[in-house]
């Protein structure tokens, strides 16, 4: 493809000038942005085709780059639009504020949060600060050290708090997940700090957070405060679902001497959709990010042995949200994934 980093652009940024304008002038603009990040990204998954699998030769990709500049900075731009609009200072009425608590919500809980993510894997430091002042707009700085330090390196094991174990729902999930990696994360931290001599990060994520709550209440008083950490909340409660779906039950076997197998592709679920896997910068690709964490996004591969989820991300977290039905359709495709592997892994 000539523009590999195009259908990127239109489908991430789309809902960005709808949220503009509808923070301002309420109206169909909002719920036409909500619409876009839910009901129409499911549509356009069925009726897409899967997307390439192969990925684009790999490359330095300065667009790549420049994309996610562009959304990490629009995000920004969003936030006290966001929180003026729920807020009610912006003139919405009750239902239009509603609609903007959505649209925003949607929007950075799966735009903003799979483009930080993509940010804080990239080397260079301007890149790197930028998606970590996304997670700590959101109040989840933290994550910027409990993904890179704890996800990756203890991926699908116990020791990674953001993994779920076959049979725990979302709900059991969330706060677990947000807890470990914060107090987790914060000691990994402090051991490199005393290492190197410096200050842990930690000031930065909790200060920076700090420092986003006490400026919206500020300007925007209470109501204002409430409605950013009403986004906030929503916001980290969708990254969590990500983590939650992209690696369920995908356990690491562990070894006689009390280690864990190594990580391979079978250890993360995956989505081949078109529509949602530009929307949110190849975050469905989650096997070969892991293998690859320094591969940018319009690279990444989905070869054909890897985990797929039976619908697309977002369609998949409406379906965690109700265990019953989750463990009825995620339970007997865990065991499925880990038997074949143990059956290869005997034969190989």
């Known amino acids: 493809m000539r523009f590999p980093v195009l259908p990127f652009a239109l489908a991430s940024f789309a809902p960005v000038p709808l949220l503009a304008y509808g923070g301002f002038e309420g109206g169909a603009a909002l719920w036409v942005a909500v619409i876009y990040t839910s009901f129409f990204a499911f549509v356009m998954d069925q009726i897409l085709p899967a997307t390439n699998r192969d990925g684009t030769e790999t490359g330095d990709f300065p667009a790549a780059n420049t994309l996610s500049v562009v959304l990490a900075i629009s995000h920004l ?19 239009e504020r509603v609609a903007a608590f959505f649209g925003f919500g949607l929007y950075f809980g799966q735009v903003s949060n799979s483009n930080a993510h993509e940010l804080i894997h990239r080397g260079d430091k301007i890149l790197f600060s930028l998606g970590k002042w996304v997670y700590i707009s959101m109040l ?8 890179r330090l704890l996800h990756h390196v203890h991926v699908s094991t116990p020791l990674d708090p953001n993994f ?22 914060y000691r990994v931290e402090q051991q490199r700090a005393a290492r190197a001599g410096r200050v842990t990060p930690y000031v930065e994520y909790v200060g920076g957070g700090l420092a986003f709550l006490l400026a919206f209440g500020v300007a925007f008083g209470w109501g204002g405060m409430a409605a950013y950490l009403g986004l906030c909340f929503y916001a980290q409660s969708q990254l969590a679902m990500v983590d939650y779906l992209q690696h369920y039950g995908l356990a690491r076997q562990k070894l006689p001497d009390g280690s864990y197998e190594p990580q391979a592709s079978h250890h993360s679920w995956n989505s081949p959709h078109w529509f949602s896997s530009h929307m949110m910068v190849n975050a469905a690709r989650h096997s070969d990010h892991h293998a690859n964490p320094n591969r940018i996004y319009p690279a990444l591969r989905l070869p054909q042995h890897h985990p797929v989820l039976p619908y697309s991300l977002p369609a998949m977290g409406i379906v965690a949200l109700l265990p019953a039905l ?5 339970d007997k495709r865990v065991d499925k994934v880990l038997s074949s592997a143990r059956e290869m892994a005997i034969k190989g």
């Open 164 to 185: 779920p174990p076959k049979g725990r729902s979302f709900y059991r999930y969330f706060l677990r997940g947000w807890v470990g990696s914060f107090t987790r994360g």
């Open 140 to 147: 989840y700085g933290h994550h910027t050290t409990a993904h």
């Open 77 to 95: 731009a969003l936030m006290p639009l966001a929180v003026m609009s729920v807020a009610g200072l912006t003139g919405l009425g009750g239902g």
């Open 326 to 330: 989750w463990f009825k359709l995620m």
